[in-house]
Each structure stands twice: as structure tokens, then as C-alpha cells.
């Protein structure tokens, strides 16, 4: 099993930036695909980023690509989310997602465990 632990989230004007990180447990962090999903409020859960267990390849959203960008280090277990050019509408709560033993990392992807989540504001 693996544990999630966002950070990063919080207040920001539209067309800034902010910078989400979920630290992982355990020794095996890179058996994992991971992903990031977002939740706005009375909306349902929804995919926004995924990277390979290498971190060599990505997959985005339409909504999200060419601003934000997912990064992984599997010696510090970390997987990060940099969110530029931020949007009213990118407000939402974001959760760190892991898929183990996973060669895929869209939004089809099976994703076994989460994060309890870190909150994104933007405001105009």
C-alpha cells in the first residue's frame, strides 16, 4: 500500500501560479503511475494529469495542457503538479491518485489509492 500527502494548495489571482506536491510512502513509490485530479464543488471528480512510473511520459487534460505540468522524483517519492496561468474555473480540490504495477496513466487508468485532497482558489 501507499500513502498520499498533498500540499501546495491555497489563494491565488488569476494568471498566477502555484505549485502542488504529494509526498508518498513506503520503498516502492515507482511501481506507481500517478495522477492528479480535481473536484470543484457540486461537480464530479476529474482527470487533469497522469505520468509513467518512469516519469517519462505524461498525459493532460485538454483543459490543462500547455499550463500545468507533471513532474515525479523517485528517490524523494514525490510527484508534483505546476499549475500556471491559473483560471477561476481551475478552482477546485486536487488529489494525488496512484495506480499500482500500471503501464498506463490517462483518465481510463485505475487508480487505487488517493490523497484526502489539497484546496485551489483562483480568483478574478
Known amino acids: 500500500q501507499v500513502q498520499l500527502v498533498e500540499s501546495g494548495g491555497g489563494l491565488v489571482q488569476a494568471g498566477g501560479s502555484l505549485r502542488l506536491s504529494c509526498a508518498a510512502s513506503?520503498?516502492?513509490?515507482?511501481?506507481?503511475?500517478m495522477g492528479w485530479f480535481r473536484q470543484a464543488p457540486a461537480k464530479e471528480r476529474q482527470f487533469v494529469a497522469g505520468i509513467s512510473r518512469s516519469g517519462l511520459s505524461s498525459y493532460y487534460a485538454d483543459s490543462v495542457k500547455g499550463r500545468f505540468t507533471i513532474s515525479r522524483d523517485n528517490v524523494r517519492n514525490t510527484v508534483s503538479l505546476q499549475m500556471n496561468s491559473l483560471k477561476p474555473e481551475d478552482t477546485a480540490v486536487y488529489y494525488c491518485?496512484?495506480?499500482?504495477?500500471?503501464?498506463?496513466?490517462?483518465?481510463?487508468?485505475?487508480?487505487?489509492?488517493w490523497g484526502q485532497g489539497t484546496e485551489v482558489t483562483v480568483s478574478s
Open positions: 491518485a496512484a495506480a499500482s504495477e500500471s503501464y498506463t496513466y490517462g483518465p481510463r487508468t485505475q487508480f487505487d489509492y
Open positions: 513506503g520503498r516502492t513509490f515507482s511501481r506507481y503511475a
